[in-house]
């Protein structure tokens, strides 16, 4: 038995858009609960409960949009918990020299994809996040960590394979 065909554009939207929503959903989630064994394992407790509370919170989010049937509302919220613990990251991990940097900016790029003012709303809270990181170091306010060279290649191969990952699945490539 075939898969019916959606009937009008309007339809093939919505169908691209709940793709996008629960590929976003998973995949994030999956993501958050890495990072989360990997802190449990380092005894980083601070950023364990950080992934943690932001499963939650996704969560919640993902389960109001499926209930209300808004796609939209779904993925604003899995894109701004996303955002919200990456800034918290990256305040914890070493500010400006945390890898959590990286994932700041291509986060943007899946973000125009589909809400392109929540993605430019969250490009101008970046930059002002991004200033009071650098103010934040000029003040000696954050830890100073160095990042060995073979987390960052293993950081930017995930995001590059996660990002192609998510694209093939949102549009069946």
């Given at each position: ?113 589909a809400h392109p ?57």
């Open positions: 038995m075939s898969a019916q065909l959606p009937r009008s554009p309007d339809e093939m939207l919505d169908s691209l858009i709940w793709r996008v929503t629960h590929s976003a959903y998973w995949l994030s989630s999956g993501v958050l609960l890495l990072f989360a064994l990997v802190y449990l394992w380092r005894g980083q407790t601070l950023l364990l409960a950080l992934e943690g509370v932001a499963v939650v919170g996704m969560t919640l989010g993902y389960l109001a949009g499926l209930r209300l049937r808004r796609a939209m509302l779904a993925l604003d919220s899995i894109a701004v918990v996303n955002w919200l613990t990456l800034v918290l990251v990256a305040m914890v991990t070493g500010g400006l020299r945390s890898p959590a940097i990286v994932w700041l900016v291509v986060l943007r790029p899946m973000l125009m994809l003012k929540l993605a430019a709303g969250l490009a101008v809270l970046t930059v002002i996040a991004l200033f009071g990181l650098y103010a934040a170091h000029l003040g000696e306010r954050l830890p100073v960590t160095e990042v060995p060279l073979l987390q960052r290649a293993v950081s930017g191969t995930i995001i590059t394979s996660l990002c192609a990952l998510f694209a093939w699945h949102a549009m069946r490539w």
